[in-house]
């Protein structure tokens, strides 16, 4: 049974040929709709789609109705264009009369069926692949994630680097319909600038302030006193919140805590904890390099520390500003530094 990659599909297309009746499978719904946006350009104009295209639910119509749009004769178009969503919720009776109009497949109509997974023993899928084309949209590894998002933006005649796209994937996740809208808010940001910078995804990310005091908290348990205190002055500059800066502090010190509970009473790997704990790509370099340096006596130190200047922040003993500091002038002695 030939299953079509996506690429491969749209080497089909451009070169002009659609199949009467397709099977798009797989979990990359971006894809799906852009397979489906490029059938669309290929079959109408704008003034001819709104007679010639259904789009149907499985879970909430019958397959007869699906035939009997698919035998509705095309209006100032050469194909009509009929699409139905998740078709695992069809039922057996559903499936064979789709099979039986299969049997009369009409070419004046186009028929996509979409769905996640298909069982190759299924008699529709066996069909299918004699009749038309199966398309397979497989989620992209991270290689690919990163290939992908270089390319994206040189539709917008803009340039990213490497690194730069590995943080705009730590940022926003994998999915590429959202990733496909921050690329487009950066490039409507950057204005005239060709070259994306990593400023430029933080300013324009709803994650920015996450990624910024997750800079920090690397900086101030790796690189010591002077690279975290103008970390915590551009933060203060970008009206950062003190409590949600110490919070975060709080939080890190917590997971070295639990990270050394799990290494000393389980006997875990540090790439296990890591993973246990869902630390973030970004993070797990710095993590694993400061967890061999600290100790549990250090840590239970500095979260007092930290308890200490939450007691002076809100009881207003000490400016919030004055306070982080100093914080962090106590945290970068000895074994930090």
């Known amino acids: 049974m030939l299953i079509l990659k996506y690429t491969q599909f749209l080497e089909q297309l451009e070169k002009g040929t659609i199949s009467p009746v397709y099977f798009f499978t797989g979990e990359e719904n971006y894809f799906k709709n852009e397979a489906v946006k490029r059938i669309e350009k290929i079959l109408f ?126 940022l926003n996740g994998t999915n590429l319909f959202d990733l496909s809208n921050e690329i487009e808010k950066i490039c409507l940001y950057t204005s005239e600038r060709n070259v994306i910078t990593e400023d430029d995804l933080i300013g324009v990310s709803a994650q920015g302030r996450v990624y910024r005091i997750n800079e920090f908290l690397n900086t101030l348990f790796e690189k010591g006193k002077v690279n975290a205190l103008n970390i915590l002055e551009n933060l203060f500059a970008e009206n950062e919140e003190a409590l949600r800066i110490l919070g975060a502090i709080i939080w890190r010190i917590r997971l070295f805590l639990y990270a050394l509970s799990l290494s000393k009473e389980s006997k875990l790997p540090t790439e296990e904890i890591i993973r246990k704990l869902r630390i973030s790509k970004s993070m797990q370099k710095n993590f694993s390099t400061q967890l061999s340096r600290l100790n549990e006596k250090d840590l239970v130190k500095y979260l007092n520390y930290c308890l200490n200047t939450d007691f002076e922040i809100k009881t207003g003993k000490k400016n919030s500003v004055l306070a982080l500091e100093n914080l962090v002038l106590s945290l970068c002695e000895g074994s930090i530094e």
């Not at 004769?73 to 064979?96: G, H």
């Not at 789709?98 to 190759?120: A, E, G, M, V, W």
Request: hydrophobic share 40%.
């Open 45 to 170: 104009t704008e003034e001819t789609k709104q007679f010639n295209y259904n789009i149907y639910n499985a879970s909430e119509v019958n397959a007869q109705t699906v035939v009997t749009t698919l035998s509705t004769v095309p209006f100032l178009s050469e194909k009509r264009l009929v699409i139905v969503r998740n078709i695992e919720n069809w039922t057996e009776d559903d499936k064979d009369i789709i099979l039986k109009y299969l049997d009369k497949l009409l070419s004046s109509s186009c028929l996509i069926l979409l769905t996640t997974r298909i069982n190759f023993a299924d008699n529709l899928v066996k069909k299918v692949a004699k009749l038309g084309k199966i398309v397979d949209f497989a989620q992209l590894s991270e290689r690919e994630l990163v290939s992908w998002i270089e390319k994206k933006f040189t539709e917008y005649d803009k340039k990213i680097s490497l690194q730069v796209a590995e943080t705009l994937l730590e």
